[in-house]
């Protein structure tokens, strides 16, 4: 399991391809709302290992990729960091 609090549930399955997937429960840490990111398994693998987000998931948006790193939805970033 990852060691991040925003990581709420982990739940795998085989998608179409035949791949092991997972989908991550993420909740954001400004707005704590509940988001759901699909990622391959192999995949979550290597970045828990420590590979970088953008090298294990080159698939995800950034967005997707920032709330798995930092729990923080672009909704989030807005009322932090509002323009």
């Not at 954001?28 to 995949?43: L, R, S």
């Amino acid at each position: 399991m990852l060691n991040k609090q925003h990581i709420k549930n982990l739940k795998s399955y085989i998608n179409d391809s035949h791949q092991t997937c997972v989908e991550v429960e993420v909740e954001c840490n400004v707005t704590k709302q509940v988001f759901t990111v699909h990622v391959i398994g192999e995949d979550l693998e290597n970045w828990q290992s420590g590979e970088l987000a953008q090298k294990s998931f080159p698939y995800l948006s950034t967005s997707d990729r920032e709330l798995l790193i930092s729990g923080t939805s672009p909704e989030g970033f807005d009322m932090l960091f509002p323009s």
